[in-house]
């Protein structure tokens, strides 16, 4: 059964820097996939926090652009996620999905990240 | 960018036919075919029940259609049933490079 499964600390202290994994099980990273992070917070809708390729390459949204780092390793199967100086507004329940033209087309549970001293 | 906006919530009766709408600009869902539909139920992982605004990815019911007209997407749900009731959220492509969700639509089975 292939599935992504998301695992990190469920909380973390404001300014610190909010640290997340993804892994695929079940099958391998291909080289069309895309791999994106998508949150939503209490009562909100999903954001879409950006995307990596197999090669690295990323694009993120503006407006995290400045604390936001991804990675992928494909040998690991999996990618990571860092988002730095959280505050409150980062408290969110956070899913890795992976995408290829556009399209996701499978996600994770998701992970809840409470963002609290 | 500013969330698509979808109705909070939607009901219907068992069997009977329901329609999300998902609403944009020519900035995201009317300027891309680019609009996809998600299916979570909490807890879960979401689904992919629609891509490119009307193709349905293998496996999924053909209870399940997605249309567009200008800005606005939208996805219809027939012969609803009980394990249709879930959050749905649309979301597209823009034209900042970036990728924006629906507010999301609470659908209930009476």
């Known amino acids: 059964q292939v599935q992504l499964q998301e695992s990190g600390p469920g909380l973390v202290k404001p300014s610190e820097t909010l640290s997340l994994t993804c892994a695929l099980s079940?099958?391998?990273?291909?080289?069309?996939?895309?791999w994106s992070w998508v949150r939503q917070a209490p009562g909100k809708a999903l954001e879409w926090i950006g995307e990596?390729?197999?090669?690295?390459?990323?694009n993120y949204i503006p407006s995290l652009k400045s604390r936001v780092v991804m990675s992928v390793d494909m040998s690991k199967n999996q990618i990571s996620l860092q988002l730095t100086s959280v505050t409150a507004a980062d408290t969110a329940l956070y899913f890795c999905?992976?995408?290829?033209?556009?399209?996701?087309?499978?996600w994770g549970q998701g992970t809840l990240v409470t963002v609290s001293s | 960018q500013s969330a698509l906006t979808q109705p909070a919530s939607v009901s219907g009766s068992p069997g009977q036919s329901i329609t999300i709408s998902c609403t944009g600009t020519?900035?995201?869902?009317?300027?891309?075919?680019?609009v996809s539909w998600y299916q979570h139920h909490p807890g879960k992982a979401p689904k992919l029940m629609i891509s490119?605004?009307?193709n349905r990815p293998s496996g999924i019911s053909n209870r399940f259609s997605g249309s567009k007209s200008g800005n606005t997407a939208s996805l219809t749900i027939s012969g609803l049933q009980a394990e249709d009731e879930a959050d749905y959220y649309c979301s597209s492509y823009t034209n900042s490079r970036s990728y924006v969700f629906g507010t999301g639509t609470k659908v209930t089975v009476l």
């Open positions: 990596i390729s197999h090669t690295g390459t990323t």
């Open positions: 079940g099958d391998s990273m291909r080289s069309s996939d895309w």
């Open positions: 999905a992976r995408g290829a033209d556009y399209v996701w087309h499978m």
């Open positions: 020519s900035s995201d869902v009317g300027g891309y075919n680019y």
């Open positions: 490119y605004v009307s």
